[in-house]
């Protein structure tokens, strides 16, 4: 229907303040949606971050701390799982795994190990009755020197590169290093390594034999899988009979003990060495005895030629076969 002005309403102009309201309306909603989208990002990147810097099993009412600027100190007052509280003015409490030069390293002080409370003297080679002993050599005999006396057998012996043949004895003196008594619980034999006899000639130290010993015996056979320092009888001062006696013993400095030590072997090149197990006041503790840092070594002379220093066809002093 046209008006007076001849405009028909289809196409009559909106009202200035209509247009207005709905630009308006448009805008609003425009700043909402943009309002509305930067929250949602904010509140998950600053869920991202949290959970970024929030160490597993801490809680995360801690982030405002986390935020707070470093101390002078140069240390961070955020806090770490485990962690003392930091001290805005100390700039924290370091761990003795990170010093500061506020807080210097803690070190530990370890008490040290106690002393072994007994005193070992230990010769690896003791002849039985002052002559019962053989070493192999891997030499012919007129280039083996005469046997040595039995106290510079040890020397003899280094000089030859000799080993001892079928067996070893150990002679161990024992005693303790003040007037409180040591108990001595057990003997133990540990094997090293075994292997074939080494080759050369046995040579015998027959030629003078001594008197008799009287300490506590002991014999192993090292050719077993686990052997063990079985007690032997032994004879006293007087020549008589003694009987094995059986662990534990007691030492002091003024009651020491002597060990006497017989490992055989017929089958191998043995190296071994020896553990006893003390105890006093309260403390345990075991002892390595070997030879001078190193194992025992026995090898078998089964089956090797074996000689003898005595007097030959010519009647010279010399080493001479066995016959039998």
Known sequence: M?????????????????????????????VLVATLGTVSALSQDGARDRSARTPSGTSRTTE????????????????SPGA??????????ASPTSPTQDAPPVKDKAPAPAAVPLALTVDSHVWQGGCGQNYVIDKAPDEVPPPPVPQDAAVWAATQNAVQGRQSTVEISVQGKSSTAVVLN???????????????????MDEG????LTPRSF??????????????PGTNDGGK??????????VSAQDPEVLLVTATTETYDASWYLELDWSSQGRTGTVRIDD??????????????????????????????YTS
């Open 2 to 30: 046209a008006g007076g002005n001849g405009v028909t309403s289809a196409h009559r102009p909106r009202p200035w303040f209509r247009r207005r309201r709905s630009l308006l309306g448009a805008a609003v909603v425009t």
């Open 64 to 79: 405002a701390g986390a935020r707070r600027a470093p101390s002078a100190g140069g240390a961070s007052s955020s806090p």
């Open 84 to 93: 003392g509280s930091a001290s805005p003015s100390t700039g924290g409490t």
């Open 186 to 204: 057990a003997l133990r034999v540990r094997i090293v390594g075994r292997g074939n006899p080494v080759p050369g000639t046995a040579y015998s």
């Open 209 to 212: 034999c001594g008197g008799g």
């Open 219 to 232: 014999a192993v056979n090292l050719d077993v899988n686990r052997p063990i320092a079985h007690p032997m």
């Open 241 to 250: 009979p003694a009987p094995a006696v059986q662990f534990p013993y007691r």
């Open 292 to 321: 001078h840092g190193h194992p025992f070594r026995t090898s078998s002379i089964k089956g090797r030629p074996r000689y003898w220093y005595g007097t030959n066809d010519a009647g010279e002093r010399a080493w001479v076969p």
